[in-house]
């Protein structure tokens, strides 16, 4: 009996394993695969970074905002989101917004970058009951007027050393 269950859990954990790793699928290299091998078009940063926790009540929130700018001429977001790093195994796909959702959070009307503008994700907060230290590195895939794809990516280091705010 005990082997039965051994056996379907493995059966029903194995694709969730496999499916976790084909996000950066060479761990030789640093990036995770959607990002690799894209030119570099968009500054992206984060303020501040190193991000400390408050508690408030209950609630660890690492408050930060998320900035992102077009280098070299307007292009549109195809896709914005993050990967997270929390323990040995790497990245991990973490977040995904859609053009739309992108255009609310960074307050960028239809989702375009126009070249030297800075676009902010004000609240780009991270929060939870559980205190624990990750990186996370997000990322903007955007599209120039001809599709050509570019890329930004900008990581931020998430601490556990909480902040006194009192």
Not at 33 to 60: A, F, Q, S
Not at 67 to 91: H, N, P, R
Not at 134 to 151: P, Q, S
Request: aromatic share 14%; net charge positive; hydrophobic share 40%.
């Amino acid at each position: 009996m005990k082997k039965n269950i051994l056996i379907l859990l493995t059966l029903f954990t194995l694709p969730a394993m496999l499916m976790a790793q084909t996000d950066w699928t060479n761990k030789s290299r640093v990036l995770p695969d959607k990002l690799r091998e894209l030119p570099v078009g968009i500054t992206m940063w984060h303020d501040p970074n190193p991000c400390y926790p408050e508690l408030v009540n209950d609630t660890y929130y690492w408050k930060h905002s998320t900035f992102a700018m077009a280098q070299k001429e307007d292009l549109t977001v195809v896709v914005c989101g993050s990967f997270i790093w929390y323990d040995e195994s790497g990245w991990h796909n973490n977040m995904s917004y859609s053009p739309d959702e992108f255009a609310k959070a960074f307050n960028c009307p239809n989702a375009i970058l126009k070249k030297g503008r800075t676009y902010t994700y004000l609240k780009n907060w991270r929060f939870g009951k559980q205190l624990y230290a990750g990186d996370a590195l997000w990322y903007i895939i955007a599209k120039d007027k001809n599709g050509k794809l570019y890329k930004g990516i900008a990581l931020i280091e998430t601490e556990t050393k909480v902040i006194n705010t009192k």
